[in-house]
T-cell receptor, first 114, second 111 residues
Framework: NAGVMQNPRHLVRRRGQEARLRCSPMKGHSHVYWYRQLPEEGLKFMVY????????ESGMPKERFSAEFPKEGPSILRIQQVVRGDSAAYFC????????????FGPGTRLLVL | LAKTTQPISMDSYEGQEVNITCSHNNIATNDYITWYQQFPSQGPRFIIQ???TKVTNEVASLFIPADRKSSTLSLPRVSLSDTAVYYCLVGDRSGYSTLTFGKGTMLLVSP
């Protein structure tokens, strides 16, 4: 059973460009979570999605950031008009059931904004 | 969400037992305690979870006193590969729960 897959592993963007980060949950998992980790910091929750639904986006910046988890395909975290402060590691996690604390994390995507 | 407090860093030597304590004074009745491990450039990895008393798996033990205001992660006979950041999290399993990570404890194991 493959783990959580994220791609790309590294992404370089110039200020003003768009960044798209993809996450494929573990097989059988229908709950996806996105986290951001700044250097020397812990992970900060951004958004929690189920298939075709955003359940909790309380950690997501109000502007430029969006997330989706379509019926088919991976979950996408989209950052429009990136700024240098968006440079961070973005981790995706998945879980099999609602309410389960055991989340399985992917390897992360490291975004660098020049 | 209950806030957690844990040491910023700890040092140990190979073969020693390491105990990392986490304080969570405001833990709620429905909250479980979960520990994750994170290596550099990797995502966190689940280690162990418990509600009360003691939980043991092939990797670690988790000790939780009766008042549940703290918990201790015990790593037996650590090796160099146990050098990582360890996060203590507290969350509700009754509904959904988004994990709140603090800065964790940086464990450095030396030869």
């Amino acid at each position: 059973n493959a783990g959580v897959m994220q791609n790309p592993r590294h992404l370089v963007r110039r200020r003003g460009q768009e960044a798209r980060l993809r996450c494929s949950p573990m097989k059988g998992h229908s709950h996806v979570y996105w986290y951001r980790q700044l250097p020397e910091e812990g992970l900060k929750f951004m958004v929690y999605l189920q298939k075709e639904n955003i359940i909790d986006e309380s950690g997501m910046p109000k502007e430029r950031f969006s997330a989706e988890f379509p019926k088919e395909g991976p979950s996408i975290l989209r950052i429009q008009q990136v700024v240098r402060g968006d440079s961070a590691a973005y981790f995706c996690a998945s879980s099999p059931e609602r309410g389960k604390e055991t989340q399985y994390f992917g390897p992360g995507t490291r975004l660098l904004v020049l | 969400l209950a806030k957690t407090t844990q040491p910023i860093s700890m040092d140990s030597y190979e073969g020693q037992e390491v105990n990392i304590t986490c304080s969570h004074n405001n833990i709620a009745t429905n909250d479980y305690i979960t520990w994750y491990q994170q290596f550099p450039s990797q995502g966190p990895r689940f280690i162990i979870q418990g509600y009360k008393t003691k939980v043991t798996n092939e990797v670690a033990s988790l000790f939780i006193p009766a008042d549940r205001k703290s918990s201790t992660l015990s790593l037996p006979r650590v090796s160099l590969s146990d050098t990582a950041v360890y996060y203590c999290l507290v969350g509700d399993r009754s509904g959904y729960s988004t994990l709140t990570f603090g800065k964790g404890t940086m464990l450095l194991v030396s030869p």
